[in-house]
């Protein structure tokens, strides 16, 4: 169920208001650029495919098509971006060699968070690829099973499944790692 707030403004964007497109624009393209740059570690591409599913959901909106749940329908229009990108592209990328992300200061904190990031996509890497989108969706995106659910076309009772089982396997990793 959509809050009432969002409720209006996927209205006003039915109707074209492209401020509040803007509006959830700024709300969720941090946590789809995560998303997709997680998948294809490519920091231009990510960007392009997150413009790309923001575009798609404009048109789908302005369209009068009706969404029941937007982050749920967000994830799952970049998961299918993300699925054409691998289908044109016919390669996949490690998440080890993905490049780190670029920071504007290189403090010690700053440096910390990086090597903690690069050891965690190290250790994402070797989960299950069956649990590494639940686990991702959920406890680093902060999706509910639900929405992880119908971003991933399952079920909520395998969603939590396999967020559960993909964090007990993450956790067995990084004590075998450390």
Partial sequence: MLKITEKLLIH???NGD???FALFYDKYQPKI???IYFKISDQEKARDL???TFIKIFDYLRDGQGIDNFQAFLY???RNL????YRVRREEVSLEDAPEIASESDSGKEMDKKLAIKNLRRCLAKLDPAYQESVFLH????LSFKQVAEALNITSANARQRAHRGLKQLKSIVKSDF
């Fill in 82 to 85: 993300v699925i054409d990108f």
């Fill in 50 to 52: 997150v413009n790309d």
């Fill in 33 to 35: 650029y995560r998303f």
């Fill in 76 to 78: 799952k229009t970049a």
């Fill in 12 to 14: 006003r964007i039915k």
């Fill in 18 to 20: 492209e401020q509040a």
């Fill in 139 to 142: 406890f680093f995106n902060g």
